[in-house]
């Protein structure tokens, strides 16, 4: 699995839009970039997902450049409730056939102030 | 969309006890589902794989017999950590993956039982 590298923390303001930068390197063809969200003492939740250029849901947008190497998680208008640690994680689909595990980097502690 | 659902959410327990988790996807079977652990201000570390009918696929480190995977069904995945000691105190989180959602490496997550160990 391809190794990530996030900054460990960042600070932002309610209402600015928060961009976390994800490098992978070493990223595969065949692998997808996908960012969690947790809330202290909860499971991580999925956020967005992406192979390349830009995916856009109700939540955030991820930016993948052309060579793949990064992508962004770009938060529009953050809130109180952004709080939480991100995670970059990329994988290969196809390591197991559909039940392929994931490797959790360090993540990004987002502290959203007033 | 898919749930998991983890139960307890959290367990006090006297050293030497053994204490059972229980993972289970409530809308969609899944043939996989993961058990990781994450202490204070870390990352998730992921313990074993559940495989449904087989025996588990423990991480290099992590020890078959203190915990036990028990996969009986598509929808349920237990942990029984055996034998608990002060340092098994931790956060344990299982997830599992939807195959109907697609070619994706989307996985749903339990809320967590916090493990604490006395």
């Known amino acids: 699995l391809a190794k990530t590298t996030q900054p460990i923390s960042m600070d932002s303001y309610e209402g600015q839009e928060v961009n976390i930068t994800c490098s992978h390197n070493?990223?595969?063809?065949?692998?997808?970039i996908t960012w969690y969200q947790q809330f202290p003492s909860q499971g991580p939740r999925f956020i967005i997902q992406?192979?390349?250029t830009k995916v856009t849901n109700e939540v955030a947008s991820l930016f993948i450049p052309a060579d793949r190497k990064s992508s962004t998680l770009s938060l529009p208008r953050v809130s109180l409730s952004d709080t939480a640690v991100y995670y970059c994680l990329v994988g290969d689909r196809e390591l197991t056939g559909g039940g392929n595990k994931l490797t959790f980097g360090t993540g990004t502690q987002l502290k959203v102030e007033l | 969309g898919a749930v998991v659902s983890q139960h307890p959410s959290w367990v006090i327990c006297k050293s030497g006890t053994s204490v059972k988790i229980e993972c289970r996807s409530l809308?969609?079977?899944?043939?996989?589902m993961f058990w990781y652990r994450q202490f204070p201000k870390q990352s998730l570390m992921l313990m074993a794989t559940?495989?449904?009918?087989?025996?588990?696929?423990?991480e290099q480190g992590v020890e078959k017999d203190k915990f036990l995977i028990n996969h009986a069904s598509l929808t349920l995945s237990t942990l029984t950590v055996t034998s608990a000691h002060p340092e098994d105190s931790s956060f344990y989180i299982c997830?599992?993956?939807?195959?109907?959602?697609?070619?994706?490496?989307?996985?749903?997550f339990g809320s967590g039982t916090q493990l604490s160990v006395l």
């Open positions: 809308d969609f079977q899944a043939t996989t």
């Open positions: 997830s599992a993956r939807d195959l109907r959602a697609g070619r994706s490496e989307k996985l749903f």
């Open positions: 992406g192979y390349k």
């Open positions: 070493n990223i595969a063809t065949n692998d997808y």
């Open positions: 559940s495989n449904e009918g087989s025996k588990a696929t423990y």
